[in-house]
Every structure is written in structure tokens, then in C-alpha cells.
């Protein structure tokens, strides 16, 4: 089975702090994504990995950066915290050529930012 | 750009009755769909995965159907349970890797 994991259930963070937020997983997957999650709004694509080191802007990267340095891993980072990033954080990953692969999630990340 | 819709917004259902979940997209231009189950303060879970060339996939006590040319996919969950009780999210593919959501059904299925 695959097998995404996120390093933090729960997070809470004071404003102007550098947060990351780990994901990882198990599938030798090429593609990863970070997504956020608000009531009203779903699920929105924050930045999406195709490959180590390569990286390409969702529909709401401001305020977030991104780092993939090993297949496995990808990071989402907050450079400097704001209240209306709480929400929950959720990560994925997909075999390359996912039109015919699903995409697999993590448990997610609540985070607070007080 | 894409939309995807998902009516009604929330259900609710008494035990064993059959249901189905609606999801309408703007833009058939797809490669896939894809269904996904939600528990509170959860990820997400996949459930089935259409291809554009497929009109259905089954697993279990599920059914999804793709209507492509009318941009429109339904889950049949057949002899509800209690512990189906969950959000219900469809996702589309395009061009790209990426997954456009709909908002999802919060179904409550009642003992």
C-alpha cells in the first residue's frame, strides 16, 4: 500500500514564525503536491513537485515556498506565519503520467497560527 | 478554468437506503475523475478512479459512472451504512498532473 506520511497532526505557531511542514512517502512517486483546506472553500493547490529540485507555483503559493531535495520528501514552508494561514495542510503523491494513477494523500497537518 | 460542482452539499439518509452523489464539470476536456472519501479532520481517501475512456468503475458497495460529453459523474453507494458517513469529494484531471476539487456532499447515513 502507499503510504503518505506528514510529520505533525496538529501545529500551532505564533505569527511571524518560519514553519515547515514535512511530507513523505514510500511509492518512489514523481509527483507531490501541498494543498490546503478551508470550509467553503476545498481543497486548493498550494504548490505541486514533478521531480527532485523541480517545482511549479498552484493556485495559491503566496506566503508559501517549497523544497524537494530527495524523491520522498517534500517541504512546505511558511517564511513568516500569518493568521489567515490556519487551515488544515494536506500533501500528496502520483506516479508520473497520473492521468491513469490516482493520487494518494496524507493524514494532514492542522495548523493554528495564533 | 475548470469548475467542478458537487449537489446537494450535504445528506442525509437512513440506513440501507441506495444514494447517489452528483458531480458536474465545466470543461470535458478531461483525462480522469476521481472519487475520494473524507473523515472529519482526516485526508482523504481514494475511492475510484475513472479514465475518460471508461463510463464506470465499481468497487464493493460502489458504483461511479462518467458521462464525459455531458460533464457529469455519480457515485451509487448501494445498501448505505452507518459507517459511510463521511464527505464525499470528486476530483478532475486535465492537461496537467493536477486535480481540480469540487466541494464535496457531508453524508450522514442514520442507524
Known amino acids: 500500500d502507499v503510504k503518505v506520511t506528514q510529520s505533525s497532526r496538529y501545529l500551532v505557531k505564533r505569527t511571524g514564525e518560519k514553519v515547515f511542514l514535512e511530507c513523505v512517502q514510500d511509492?518512489?512517486?514523481?509527483?507531490m503536491f501541498w494543498y490546503r483546506q478551508d470550509p467553503g472553500l476545498g481543497l486548493r493547490l498550494i504548490y505541486f513537485?514533478?521531480?527532485?529540485?523541480?517545482?511549479e507555483k498552484g493556485d495559491i503559493p503566496e506566503g508559501y515556498s517549497v523544497s524537494r531535495e530527495k524523491k520522498e520528501r517534500f517541504s512546505l514552508i511558511l517564511e513568516s506565519a500569518s493568521t489567515n494561514q490556519t487551515s488544515m495542510y494536506l500533501c500528496?503523491?502520483?506516479?508520473?503520467?497520473?492521468?491513469?494513477?490516482?493520487?494518494?494523500f496524507g493524514p494532514g497537518t492542522r495548523l493554528t497560527v495564533t | 478554468k475548470q469548475e467542478v460542482t458537487q449537489i446537494p452539499a450535504a445528506l442525509s439518509v437512513p440506513e440501507g437506503e441506495n444514494l447517489v452523489l452528483n458531480c458536474s464539470f465545466t470543461?470535458?476536456?478531461?483525462?480522469?475523475l476521481q472519487w475520494f472519501r473524507q473523515d472529519p479532520g482526516k485526508g482523504l481517501t481514494s475511492l475510484l478512479l475513472?479514465?475518460?475512456?471508461?463510463r464506470e468503475q465499481t468497487s464493493g458497495r460502489l458504483n461511479a459512472s462518467l458521462d464525459k460529453s455531458s460533464g457529469r459523474s455519480t457515485l451509487y453507494i448501494a445498501a448505505s451504512q452507518p459507517g459511510d458517513s463521511a464527505t464525499y469529494l470528486c476530483?478532475?484531471?486535465?492537461?496537467?498532473?493536477?486535480?481540480?476539487f469540487g466541494k464535496g456532499t457531508k453524508l450522514t447515513v442514520n442507524p
Open positions: 500528496a503523491s502520483s506516479l508520473s503520467g497520473s492521468r491513469t494513477y490516482e493520487q494518494y
Open positions: 470543461d470535458s476536456a478531461i483525462y480522469n
Open positions: 475513472i479514465q475518460s475512456s471508461q
Open positions: 511509492m518512489d512517486h514523481e509527483n
Open positions: 476530483a478532475v484531471q486535465g492537461g496537467s498532473e493536477k486535480l481540480v
Open positions: 513537485s514533478y521531480d527532485v529540485k523541480m517545482k
